[in-house]
């Protein structure tokens, strides 16, 4: 029984478990002033977040450190001039679709993505690079000032590139492959549902920095467990000690829920488990002797009549049950006596598919994976094989290995966004498709790929793809197609979405003098008499205005002429756009687009047909459709 606090409220606790919440990685241990361990804020870390530089601090801690932490942490935070360019061309279905595929930098796209999907994202999974020393990382410098990066539109080394090989020769193995998944995992945690789970698949070469740097950004309540999967069978043939068969996939959640409602195990397994039958229903036997002696919990300790009327007593050893609850359950019907192979009793507990209320079980997933179910890397390169007619990519994941966690996490909604930002060859949208056409979910994904160019003596780039993102986004249009041709008689089948919008990381659409304006020479004046980049088309424009509105990117969009003026109009009445440059906007024309009552409305500067009609815009959305946010590029 909990006694009254006969005080004040404790306002500094508050607040520190306030900014625990937000800030998950500045939680730390400290002694209190008896010399006990207690947790505590490190307040360097968190002035980190509030700054735009890097922020020294030399007080010792537990944690886990690395050279160029403290800048990985800038990189996470720092702002960046960028947008995304669509690609109709290259995707399918562009106006329908309700998925997307980025093509650039994953860290960019992360960013970018924050307004739009922040605290929007069900599920996470991630294969990045195992920092072998034979695969590659992300090399980011944002060594710069803030206000000269938000200008810059990539980031290279001096010999241009934007991913090097991580060798051991480096000399900061460890530390360069941490600083490229912090400032990533860190922007991926804000996208996430507050359900919302991360799978990051890994060897043993960065599990434990992973899994440390998992811990310290999620927090540690916030951990739920790893699955080891047998990814391979055979071979052995690279490794000098212990041939490695496995792998492993960390599991963080947003906040942590308890297992049983995180996962629901899938119907296959159902049907395995529940195998036996009596007039309530589909049940298993579990049985009710403990491993194991407990003398101090003698209320475990008792003998049981059998059927037959012998005694069946195990004490020292215990019981799982009291025995008034293995009366009670006995009176139910609960529990079950049958004889082994040794003609001797043993006693079981009854486990039923479906409770008193008649809700289906959730039983606890297992922390090794069954590969009757996920599959081996061999039958992830088979399907590539399979799909594409060669062997264009290899160590691709099963989809049979996400579709199990997809279907764990979504079994009871069977829809969310599913996000993989080092989508690779695109299995996890590939996964998304089929189970949604398995068992009729919703499920739309967001795959983020860097255009990784592929080696010019590789079969890939013989077979006529250029880049791993190439790869990708085929993949998913023969996926696609195939899945539908398999299931063209199933009920429902026009209505799969295999479409994806294709979203190009690039450079801002503004041109320099849009942010320094004050830096802008007189003789420059007739040079910059747009703010906007000659090579951008008024999608262009319609994109960098969604997202910097946090508007869903997938909503559909048409294009209609008022008054001889192209304009966009997002999802209905969400968003309306004219980036009409020819300065003949007139009070009629906005009166006009006044009556359609946008949610939003936005203008190009350049448009209006003098300074009149554009300081009364906002006065006649006032009047005529008060709700209307109007802003102008």
Known sequence: ????????????????????????????????????????????????????????????????DWPGKRQALLTANAPIAKTLRPCREESVDFDTTKNLFIEGDNLDALKLLQETYLGKIKMIYIDPPYNTGKDFIYKDNFTKDSEQYKLESGQK???????????????????????MMYPRLKLARNL?????????????????????????IFGVDNYIGEFIWKSKHGGGGDSPYIVKEHEYILVFVKKLVTISELFAMPPDD???????????????????????????????IYPIICPDGTVKDISPAIWRLSKEEFERRKK????GFRKDKNNVWQIYTKTYLYDNDG???RVKARSILKQEIVGFTQNGNKMIDHIFGDEIFSNSKPIELLKYFMDYITHDEREGVVLDYFSGSATTAHAVMQLNVEDGGNRKF??????????????????????????????????????????????????????????????????????????????????????????????????????????????????????DKEVFFVDGNVLAACFKATGDITEDFVKELAKRKPLRVVFRDAGFKDDSVKINVEQIFKLMSPQTEVRTI
């Open 1 to 64: 029984m909990e006694k009254p606090k006969m005080h004040t409220p404790d306002i500094t606790r508050e607040n520190m478990e306030k900014i625990m919440a937000l800030f998950p990685n500045c939680v730390t241990e400290s002694r209190d002033e008896k010399g006990e361990l207690v947790k505590a804020i490190d307040f360097d870390l968190l002035r980190q977040e509030f700054s735009s530089q890097i922020i020294e601090g030399p007080q010792e801690r537990y944690q886990l």
């Open 157 to 179: 080394d001096e010999e241009g590139n934007r991913m090097v090989q991580n060798t051991e020769s480096n000399g900061r193995f460890h530390s360069d492959w941490l600083s």
């Open 192 to 216: 996430l549902r507050d359900d919302g789970v991360l799978f990051v698949s890994i060897d043993e070469n960065e599990f434990i920095n992973i899994k440390s740097i998992c811990n310290e």
């Open 270 to 300: 159902y049907e395995k488990m529940f195998r036996e039958l009596d007039e309530r229903g589909k049940f298993y036997y579990d049985r009710l002797d403990k491993k194991g002696i407990d003398s101090n919990r003698p209320n475990l």
């Open 332 to 335: 139910n019907n609960e529990i």
């Open 359 to 361: 809700h289906m079980r």
């Open 446 to 563: 967001i795959m983020v790929q860097l255009p990784e160019p592929c080696a010019q003596d590789s079969e890939t780039f013989k077979a006529g793809y250029k880049t791993i993102a190439e790869i990708g986004k085929e993949r998913i249009r023969r996926a696609g197609k195939k899945i539908k041709e398999e299931n063209k008689d199933k009920e429902g089948i026009d209505k799969l979405d295999i479409g994806f919008r294709v979203l190009k990381v690039d450079s801002t659409n503004m041109a320099e003098v849009y942010y320094k304006p004050d830096e802008v020479k007189k003789e420059q004046i007739e040079m910059f008499a747009d703010n906007i980049k000659k090579d951008r088309t008024s999608e262009d424009l319609l994109f960098q205005v969604l997202l910097d509105w946090g508007v869903d990117l997938t909503f559909p969009i048409t294009r209609e002429e008022i008054q």
